[in-house]
């Protein structure tokens, strides 16, 4: 699982003398990705050797790495593939600094490999920019067990069993005493969270367990954290990691997808307004985008199309082919949506990627909301 904590490990990796490859690659069906993969790297290395990023010396260096991460790539695309839920991999690898990190990732951003004397993660830090991050909690009357989801995976962080002896069937005498430590052991439970839920550890909760510990636990959440808590399922404290994963990716897609029609809905409110609140279609995002207008994206996930960006000033439009900005002139890009939805977080705007496509075909596959009205 990805965190801001390998970031920052990944941040301090270059040593600025031994170079380290970088890729990111889509995973399709067809496999066609093995392919891909040879060309991303192949051409990766012409262009440090152009750009003069590292010297011949240093290029020798990493061959064994192009070697490495393509056997790898090989050796597992079948399981990849297989699997359907990995959208795409994220592969840093550099033999001379003996490091090697895989990070398969259910979400895709854009191909490319890179190589550099550091780590390329501008694209890791936009997922974890956008990505919600969840916390799962199984709970019965005796014991909890924590779990951090994050981009498709799910971490167990922490286990405590508070109650001890046998709850189930106290004689009349102790049953007060058992309620009293049941009662004690979820106030505790929910505190826990709300303590992580204030140092910024997740944005949504979900609480799993037996029918009667789900009743006897939600009413100790805090407001703020029923305010986040993304839904519930019923299964025994117990379960598989696995298995608690699938279930709470259950309710993550129920949640994501309620919330997808919510804003596809004010989306359309807006754009019927026509006081300029929304814009609808490419071109028009991509204008108001330039304008720094933008405050959220709704876009069809995998939704493309071709385009140009400005190389001094990061200008993006369809087929200009001077910068209307700076007036140099722009080169192709075979994905603009892409250097949308990069640019879109780093102005700080919020994005929805809308995984019933249909939702949004019939406003051009994407729209934006704006900060304020054009003149
Ligand atoms: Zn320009």
């Not at 152009?50 to 260096?61: A, K, L, T, V």
């Not at 004689?171 to 309620?179: C, E, I, N, Q, T």
Request: aromatic share 8%.
């Amino acid at each position: 699982m990805i965190t801001y904590d390998m970031l920052r490990t990944l941040h301090t990796i270059g040593d600025g003398r031994n170079p380290i490859v970088s890729l990111y690659l889509k995973i399709d069906p067809a496999g066609d990705f093995v392919k891909r993969c040879r060309n991303l790297l192949y051409d990766a290395l012409k262009a440090a050797r152009r750009e003069n990023r590292i010297s011949e010396f240093q290029m020798q260096r990493i061959e064994g790495d192009l070697r490495k991460i393509q056997n790898f790539v090989e050796q597992n695309a079948p399981i990849w593939i297989k699997e359907a839920q990995v959208a795409q991999v994220v592969i840093f690898s550099s033999q001379p600094l003996r490091f090697w990190q895989v990070y398969p990732l259910p979400r895709a951003a854009r191909e490319r490999a890179v190589v550099d004397l550091s780590p390329y993660i501008r694209p890791l830090t936009l997922l974890l920019d956008e990505y919600k991050r969840y916390y799962v909690v199984l709970v019965d009357p005796k014991k909890a067990r924590l779990f951090e989801m994050f981009l498709g995976s799910i971490q167990e962080e922490e286990k405590f069993v508070d109650v001890v002896g046998r709850v189930k069937t106290p004689p009349p005498r102790l049953r007060r005493k058992v309620d009293y430590a049941i009662y004690n052991h979820y106030q505790r439970v929910a505190e826990v969270l709300y303590d992580r839920y204030r140092l910024g550890r997740f944005d949504l909760l979900i609480v799993g367990g037996p029918p009667e510990a789900l009743a006897g636990f939600l009413p100790f959440l805090p407001y703020s954290l029923r305010h986040v808590l993304a839904g519930t399922f019923t299964a025994p404290v117990n379960i598989s990691v696995r298995e608690a994963l699938k279930e709470a990716r259950k309710i993550e897609r129920e949640y994501e997808m309620r919330e997808e029609r919510e804003i596809v809905e004010t989306l359309k409110n807006e754009l019927a307004k026509k006081d300029h609140g929304a814009v609808a279609g490419l071109e028009g995002v991509l204008r108001a985008l330039m304008e720094n207008r933008v405050t959220t994206v709704v876009v069809a996930e995998g939704f493309e199309h071709p385009g140009v960006r400005c190389p001094k000033c990061g200008y993006l439009g369809l087929e200009e082919e001077t910068c209307p900005s700076c007036g140099a002139p722009t080169v192709k890009v075979p994905d603009v949506v892409d250097d949308l939805i990069e640019e879109a977080v780093e102005q700080g705007a919020r994005i929805e990627h809308v995984l019933e496509p249909s939702l949004v075909a019939d406003i051009g596959h994407i729209g934006a909301l704006l900060r304020y009205p054009e003149e």
